[in-house]
């Protein structure tokens, strides 16, 4: 039996969705490990990589918000989407020229003023072929997971033969190919515009709602108390006398539990609910960063690495569903560009500030502090549930 025609235009619009979050996740997976390396090796201080490194994080919260306020009130996602995937790709093209602090720096600043709105507005759109389409959220997003594991062990073993000098040129590619998958999107009905307001005037109601303003809390802590894992980890493992192989492996574990939730995220989000999963990601938060700070054997490092699929993945996962469920069309990209300069930006920046010194003071247990803010997150995530009774829609 043929599939009717509205089946097969949800299933174009989630194969080409999947195809943006792939390639996108592909310069994710080549761009947080290996610039590092990249920038060592064309001389930069280890203080100008932390400058370099920690500058994102600042255009990201303040610019963000207003490149997708300007695609909302446009109502061309899709348009604003291929500029910036093309200015990203322009940036890195110029930067693998480039080998002083001084030209590397506002390069690096551009490509990450526009990767700062590609991944909010690609998520905008997705969610758009949740709510009319019926497609499922979690089935598109697990793509760019399952690619930055196979970009992060290509970069690596290219690297490894070919040394760090090729690194902008693998990013460059990526960049290329998701720049192509956004010329691919399927052009969507444009949405209704509202009236020509300020900014700050325009996403009011977001920012004086109780329930957005718990939401931005809730999320920004679980997902910024994975500061001392994304910094020092892998370092902290081999300390413990742990090989690269095996901390390799934990990483490995955590982001095959992210894709398993997100396979499984239609029936999850329609029996939990986005408020609740938030609640469910920071509780598990909670015991995993309390548990790590203890310095446990490998093998319930295994367990604890599984948790990721709770920490990142369904917060992430009752995050999405949220800002669908509780925000109009008419702002969904500046939500969604909001939540990216809370949890990616403002949030994170200070956890990773903190961290530094919180690991050079007490190592493994660091994770304790991450624990708290986590537990902070998990009251706010506990009182927004409290308050949302609505269910949440599936996908």
């Given at each position: 039996m043929?599939?009717?025609?509205?089946?097969?235009k949800?299933?174009r619009?989630?194969?080409?969705v999947?195809?943006l979050?792939?390639?996108?996740?592909?310069?994710v997976?080549?761009?947080?490990?290996?610039?590092?390396?990249?920038?060592?090796?064309?001389?930069?201080?280890?203080?100008?990589?932390?400058?370099?490194?920690?500058?994102?994080?600042?255009?990201?919260?303040?610019?963000g918000?207003?490149?997708?306020?300007?695609?909302?009130?446009?109502?061309?996602?899709r348009?604003?989407?291929?500029?910036?995937?093309?200015?990203?790709?322009?940036?890195?093209?110029?930067?693998?020229?480039?080998?002083r602090?001084a030209?590397?720096?506002?390069?690096?600043?551009?490509?990450?003023l526009?990767?700062t709105?590609?991944?909010?507005?690609?998520?905008?759109?997705?969610?758009?072929?949740?709510?009319?389409?019926g497609?499922d959220?979690?089935?598109?997003?697990?793509?760019?997971?399952?690619s930055?594991?196979?970009?992060?062990l290509?970069?690596?073993?290219t690297?490894?033969?070919?040394?760090?000098?090729?690194?902008?040129?693998?990013?460059?590619?990526?960049a290329?190919l998701?720049?192509?998958?956004?010329h691919?999107?399927?052009?969507?009905?444009?949405?209704?515009?509202?009236?020509?307001?300020?900014l700050l005037?325009?996403?009011?109601?977001?920012?004086?709602?109780?329930?957005?303003?718990?939401f931005?809390?809730?999320?920004?802590?679980?997902q910024?108390?994975h500061?001392v894992?994304?910094a020092?980890s892998?370092l902290?493992?081999?300390?413990?006398?742990?090989?690269?192989?095996?901390?390799?492996?934990?990483?490995?574990?955590?982001?095959?539990?992210?894709?398993?939730?997100?396979?499984?995220?239609?029936?999850?989000?329609?029996?939990?609910?986005?408020?609740?999963?938030?609640v469910?990601?920071?509780?598990?938060?909670?015991i995993?960063?309390?548990?790590?700070?203890?310095?446990?054997?490998?093998?319930?490092?295994?367990?604890?690495q599984?948790?990721?699929?709770?920490?990142?993945?369904?917060?992430?996962?009752?995050?999405?569903?949220?800002?669908?469920r509780?925000?109009?069309?008419?702002?969904?990209?500046?939500?969604?560009a909001?939540?990216?300069?809370?949890?990616?930006?403002?949030?994170?920046?200070?956890?990773i500030?903190?961290?530094?010194?919180?690991?050079a003071?007490?190592a493994?247990?660091?994770?304790?502090?991450m624990?708290?803010?986590?537990a902070?997150?998990?009251?706010?995530?506990?009182?927004?549930?409290a308050?949302?009774?609505?269910?949440?829609?599936?996908?």
């Open positions: 043929r599939p009717a025609p509205a089946e097969r949800g299933g619009f989630a194969l080409r999947s195809l979050f792939a390639a996108i996740f592909l310069t997976g080549i761009h947080l490990p290996y610039l590092p390396l990249w920038l060592d090796w064309v001389g930069v201080s280890a203080r100008e990589i932390a400058i370099i490194t920690a500058a994102p994080l600042l255009v990201r919260a303040m610019i918000p207003a490149i997708a306020y300007a695609a909302d009130h446009a109502g061309a996602h348009r604003f989407l291929i500029a910036l995937a093309w200015i990203g790709f322009a940036a890195l093209l110029a930067l693998a020229q480039a080998n602090f030209a590397i720096l506002p390069l690096s600043l551009l490509f990450s526009a990767w709105g590609v991944l909010p507005l690609t998520e905008t759109i997705a969610m758009r072929g949740v709510k009319v389409l497609l959220y979690g089935q598109m997003r697990l793509w760019g997971s399952l930055f594991i196979g970009a992060s290509f970069a690596g073993w690297l490894a033969g070919l040394g760090p000098g090729c690194t902008l040129w693998l990013l460059g590619a990526a290329a998701s720049a192509a998958a956004a691919a999107l399927p052009r969507c009905p444009p949405l209704v515009s509202g009236a020509a307001r300020p005037a325009s996403v009011a109601p977001l920012l004086f709602a109780r329930d957005f303003l718990l931005l809390l809730a999320s920004g802590c679980v910024a108390a500061a894992l994304y020092f892998t902290h493992w081999r300390a413990l006398g742990l090989s690269t192989t095996r901390a390799g492996a934990l990483w490995a574990v955590s982001i095959v539990s992210e894709v398993a939730l997100f396979a499984c995220a239609r029936g999850i989000v329609r029996h939990i609910g986005a408020a609740r999963l938030i469910l990601g920071a509780a598990a938060a909670v995993r960063w309390f548990a790590m700070g203890f310095d446990p054997p490998f093998l319930l490092l295994v367990a604890l599984g948790l990721h699929g709770l920490t990142f993945a369904a917060t992430h996962l009752g995050a999405m569903h949220f800002i669908a509780t925000v109009r069309d008419a702002l969904a990209a500046t939500a969604q909001l939540y990216a300069a809370a949890t990616s930006g403002i949030f994170m920046a200070a956890a500030l903190s961290a530094g010194p919180l690991y003071a007490y493994g247990r660091a994770y304790w502090a624990a708290a803010m986590a902070v997150g998990l009251a706010a995530g506990l009182s927004l549930s308050t949302s009774s609505r269910p949440a829609p599936a996908g």
